[in-house]
């Protein structure tokens, strides 16, 4: 017992040694799985979570609309991957405006005209309100329009920035028309993150899905009013679409050093390789006074746990303008001519 007999014709019998076999490597136990978030058990606004209604996969947006949808997957496919996108960002602070940027993206032609532009500088333009305040979050409610995008521009959009108080750090949510991103001019949904003043990239970047019904990149309904909210909830920083929690942005994106709103913006933004752009922001009409209900608007908004909202908004831009339209709503728009009286806000001849 225990050992291995050999015969050797030309040799007496030997017993040999069993080998060892050798000891089974104990197994390297998996990482514990993160438990799934619980998001906050009643939206920004106050309402229980519904599902949204969705729309055809790779419908247009006037087609979302017409259904009565509140989002459709951009793609036929109706995948529910956000694919990352990286494409010139702007972001907005208190003091420290980012004006312009340089990059090596170029921004793809539209359809029309099969020319790009040539990537260079880009340069922001927004139209804001801003509030310093310590909060859990913000919402709400966007007007969804589908402004034209002028040829080699960039982007045009509507959102809200939950920020550090330094402005360092950044959780955004909103429509945007960007064909770079998303392949066409329909408004589409778009979340975004910074970390220390650093962009990451569209809808994806750590961004992690909850909704299975909804998500980033999707196709929104134009002509329509929307509310999104971001709210720091647990861990993570929650994100609020219409009626449903979409996702979040989870807390080890700022190595859990973020977890409290110190300065809050609503704003539209353009991005343009030119000083003078030619791109619409929000539904592109300039504001005047004999059209006050015309206008896109950025409406009820309110701070999650935090202090009543009080803000005057502001143009960074000659060439847009932005207007209080009562307590919590401000109307925004253009482009409009500025060497003209402000008082005319003729549109801007491009």
């Not at 108080?165 to 429509?175: F, K, L, S």
């Not at 110190?262 to 343009?272: D, R």
């Not at 059209?291 to 950025?298: E, L, V």
């Amino acid at each position: 017992m225990g050992v291995v007999w050999t015969l050797n014709a030309n040799a007496d019998e030997t017993t040999q040694a069993a080998e060892t076999p050798a000891a089974a490597e104990a197994p390297v136990a998996e990482p514990a799985a993160e438990p799934v978030p619980v998001p906050p058990a009643v939206l920004p606004w106050g309402e229980r979570p519904r599902k949204l209604t969705r729309g055809k996969a790779g419908a247009s947006s006037a087609a979302v609309a017409a259904a009565g949808a509140d989002a459709a997957p951009a793609d036929k496919s109706g995948s529910m991957v956000p694919e990352p996108e990286f494409a010139p960002k702007g972001r907005s602070s208190r003091g420290n405006t980012l004006k312009s940027m340089r990059t090596t993206i170029v921004p793809p032609a539209p359809p029309t005209t099969g020319k790009a532009a040539a990537a260079t500088e880009v340069y922001f333009h927004y139209a804001v309100g801003t509030q310093t305040a310590e909060a859990d979050g913000t919402w709400a409610n966007l007007t969804v329009h589908k402004p034209k995008l002028a040829d080699g521009d960039y982007h045009t959009l509507a959102e809200l920035a939950v920020q550090s108080a330094d402005g360092r750090q950044i959780v955004e949510v909103g429509w945007n028309i960007d064909r770079k991103v998303n392949g066409d001019s329909d408004p589409h949904l778009f979340v975004y993150y910074w970390k220390d003043r650093e962009p990451s990239c569209y809808n994806a970047c750590g961004f992690q899905m909850y909704s299975k019904t909804v998500k980033p990149g999707d196709t929104l309904p134009v002509g329509t009013q929307k509310r999104f909210g971001i709210q720091h909830s647990g861990s993570v920083w929650w994100i609020a679409y219409d009626s449903e929690w979409i996702g979040f942005f989870p807390d080890s994106l700022w190595d859990g050093k973020y977890t409290k709103a110190g300065l809050i913006q609503w704003f539209g933004e353009v991005a343009s390789p030119k000083k003078k752009p030619c791109s619409e922001m929000g539904n592109g009409a300039p504001l005047l006074p004999e059209q006050k209900d015309y206008f896109a608007r950025i409406g009820s908004i309110t701070l999650t746990n935090g202090p009543e909202v009080k803000f005057e908004p502001r143009s960074t831009s000659p060439y847009y303008s932005a207007a209080m339209s009562g307590d919590y709503t401000f109307q925004y728009g253009g482009p409009y001519d500025a060497d003209t009286e402000d008082a005319k806000k003729l549109p801007l001849k491009c």
